[in-house]
């Protein structure tokens, strides 16, 4: 529903709705998943470290 009311707009028309839609629903679970977890602190430099890897990496 989402990818179809993108694909049907002026600002990306070469792209395909299912693209478009899958492209919005990563940003979205990218979003989410860094509000859930940017308040979360580790005592260790090991946890750190896997943080911000994992933050960075996606």
């Avoid at 990306?12 to 478009?20: G, S």
């Avoid at 979205?28 to 602190?41: G, K, M, S, Y």
């Amino acid at each position: 529903m989402i990818g179809q009311a993108l694909a049907e707009s002026d600002h990306l028309p070469d792209l395909k709705t299912q693209v478009i839609g899958e492209l919005w629903l990563r940003d979205l679970e990218l979003t989410a998943w860094r509000v859930l977890h940017a308040d979360r602190r580790w005592d260790d430099p090991d946890g750190r470290q896997a943080f911000l890897a994992a933050w960075t990496g996606t």
